[in-house]
């Protein structure tokens, strides 16, 4: 592997073009798309090449902008299992019901995907020093791929992130603050000090190549379902890279030929309505986000008051004919443990959205028992043990007889 596809960069808000092999962030503060020759790759590789490789993210090569192997930062981030769940779909009435598990990365969410292709376009073009605002899974995963390819790591978090996130991102090497503030305070920071500390800035959509290793979920799926997608893909939407990039998986999928119909899935983007800036912005027929205040959930990873690529998000949607769903806060947990309970999946409370969104877009007729659908579980519930409070029953050890008791509790 010593070549590359791609073309250029572009400019997603106005289409200005950029020569490849340079170190960019964004153009008017909006982000910009990676490009490839499509119709070079489609002549140099095919759909059943690629299924016969190994199953990780970086069989994908064509479709993805590292240049030199020996760039390649990886923590065997692997292709993630698609899950019929029956016992969920029978509880919700879609009896078509898949979840696609990316709690099983590396680094326990679907963070892995974008930090192992971000650190290593980094590391292809001679950063040695990175630094990222997160609502938690982000700066742990941007910590572990940053020590992986022996770089200086700064996290900067909202005081309230996850004490797991916290430890992960330490115990990796990161230098890492607790901000009095939310994600986008945290960007700020990381943006004022880019001179003074000369480092990259690793934030959603301020670098082009996250979206390219998030691009790797819409590509999975589609090799999953046989090069025939799903109806509709169910996914938690903070930033909304991973919805982005998908879209721009099967966008490219088709191009190349590789998909066996037509149809693309409707696209859902989920929040709480504790922060719904991209769902009120589709409501009021708006292709920009207002930021949203007071911004207010358990799901850390959709606390994102103001995402950079708004825009985008609420394209992806447009064009797909999909829609956008806030649901209720107070039901996550319940979700949650719906979802756990069902299909033994460890479902993270950003991806319990998806289940009430499920619930509430059959009530409304929007979905169908008929539609094949895929929730999008992002990462693992032991990383959220501090979002909610158990009072388990207590039993004395010895001698213990009471067995009314046990049952009934």
Same mark, same amino acid.
């Given at each position: 592997?010593?070549?590359?596809?791609?073309?250029?960069?572009?400019?997603?808000?106005?289409?200005?073009?950029?020569?490849?092999?340079?170190?960019?962030?964004?153009?008017?503060?909006?982000?910009?798309?990676?490009?490839?020759?499509?119709?070079?790759?489609?002549?140099?590789? @095919?759909?059943?090449? /690629?299924? +016969?490789?190994?199953?990780?993210?970086?069989? #994908?090569?064509? $479709?993805?902008?590292? *240049? &030199?192997?020996?760039?390649?930062?990886?923590?065997?981030?692997?292709?993630?299992?698609?899950?019929?769940?029956?016992?969920?779909?029978?509880?919700?009435?879609?009896?078509?019901?898949?979840?696609?598990?990316?709690?099983?990365?590396?680094?326990?969410?679907?963070?892995?995907?974008?930090?192992?292709?971000?650190?290593?376009?980094?590391?292809?073009?001679?950063?040695?020093?990175?630094?990222?605002?997160?609502?938690?899974?982000?700066?742990?995963?941007?910590?572990?791929?940053?020590?992986?390819?022996?770089?200086?790591?700064?996290?900067?978090?909202?005081?309230?992130?996850?004490?797991?996130?916290?430890?992960?991102?330490?115990?990796?090497?990161?230098?890492?603050?607790?901000?009095?503030?939310?994600?986008? @305070?945290?960007?700020? /920071?990381? +943006?004022?000090?880019?001179?003074?500390?000369? #480092?990259?800035? $690793?934030?959603?959509? *301020? &670098?082009?190549?996250?979206?390219?290793?998030?691009?790797?979920?819409?590509?999975?799926?589609?090799?999953?379902?046989?090069?025939?997608?799903?109806?509709?893909?169910?996914?938690?939407?903070?930033?909304?890279?991973?919805?982005?990039?998908?879209?721009?998986?099967?966008?490219?999928?088709?191009?190349?030929?590789?998909?066996?119909?037509?149809?693309?899935?409707?696209?859902?983007?989920?929040?709480?309505?504790?922060?719904?800036?991209?769902?009120?912005?589709?409501?009021?027929?708006?292709?920009?986000?207002?930021?949203?205040?007071?911004?207010?959930?358990?799901?850390?990873?959709?606390?994102?008051?103001?995402?950079?690529?708004?825009?985008?998000?609420?394209?992806?949607?447009?064009?797909?004919?999909?829609?956008?769903?806030?649901?209720?806060?107070?039901?996550?947990?319940?979700?949650?443990?719906?979802?756990?309970?069902?299909?033994?999946?460890?479902?993270?409370?950003?991806?319990?959205?998806?289940?009430?969104?499920?619930?509430?877009?059959?009530?409304?007729?929007?979905?169908?028992?008929?539609?094949?659908?895929?929730?999008?579980?992002?990462?693992?519930?032991?990383?959220?043990?501090?979002?909610?409070?158990?009072?388990?029953?207590?039993?004395?050890?010895?001698?213990?007889?009471?067995?009314?008791?046990?049952?009934?509790?």
């Amino acid at each position: 592997m010593s070549s590359s596809y791609v073309t250029h960069l572009e400019s997603a808000i106005d289409g200005t073009r950029f020569e490849p092999g340079h170190l960019y962030t964004t153009h008017k503060d909006r982000p910009l798309w990676v490009r490839y020759d499509l119709p070079a790759i489609a002549k140099s590789v @095919d759909r059943d090449t /690629i299924s +016969r490789r190994s199953g990780d993210i970086w069989r #994908w090569r064509e $479709l993805l902008p590292v *240049r &030199e192997e020996s760039s390649i930062v990886s923590l065997g981030e692997r292709t993630t299992p698609l899950l019929k769940s029956p016992r969920l779909g029978k509880a919700l009435g879609l009896p078509n019901l898949w979840v696609k598990d990316d709690s099983q990365l590396p680094t326990g969410s679907f963070k892995s995907r974008g930090q192992a292709v971000a650190i290593s376009m980094a590391n292809e073009l001679g950063v040695r020093r990175v630094a990222i605002p997160t609502a938690g899974n982000a700066g742990g995963a941007m910590a572990a791929y940053a020590a992986r390819a022996g770089m200086e790591a700064y996290v900067f978090m909202p005081s309230d992130t996850p004490r797991i996130n916290q430890f992960e991102a330490t115990m990796a090497g990161a230098k890492v603050f607790l901000v009095d503030g939310l994600i986008t @305070d945290c960007g700020k /920071i990381v +943006r004022a000090g880019k001179e003074a500390m000369n #480092w990259f800035d $690793l934030s959603t959509l *301020r &670098e082009p190549y996250r979206i390219e290793g998030k691009k790797t979920m819409g590509l999975e799926l589609a090799e999953q379902f046989g090069w025939k997608l799903p109806s509709v893909i169910l996914y938690p939407t903070g930033g909304g890279t991973g919805l982005i990039g998908m879209w721009k998986a099967f966008q490219e999928l088709k191009e190349l030929g590789w998909l066996d119909s037509a149809d693309l899935p409707r696209m859902v983007s989920v929040q709480s309505n504790g922060c719904a800036p991209i769902v009120r912005a589709y409501e009021n027929g708006s292709r920009f986000a207002e930021p949203f205040s007071p911004a207010a959930t358990i799901a850390s990873g959709i606390r994102v008051p103001a995402a950079i690529g708004d825009f985008m998000i609420i394209d992806a949607v447009h064009e797909s004919h999909g829609t956008a769903v806030a649901v209720d806060e107070t039901r996550i947990i319940d979700w949650m443990k719906l979802g756990m309970s069902s299909e033994g999946i460890s479902i993270c409370p950003e991806s319990a959205t998806c289940i009430g969104a499920a619930i509430k877009l059959l009530e409304q007729g929007w979905l169908t028992p008929d539609d094949r659908i895929v929730i999008y579980n992002c990462g693992a519930a032991q990383k959220y043990v501090d979002v909610t409070t158990l009072n388990l029953p207590r039993i004395t050890s010895s001698d213990f007889k009471d067995w009314d008791f046990i049952a009934s509790c």
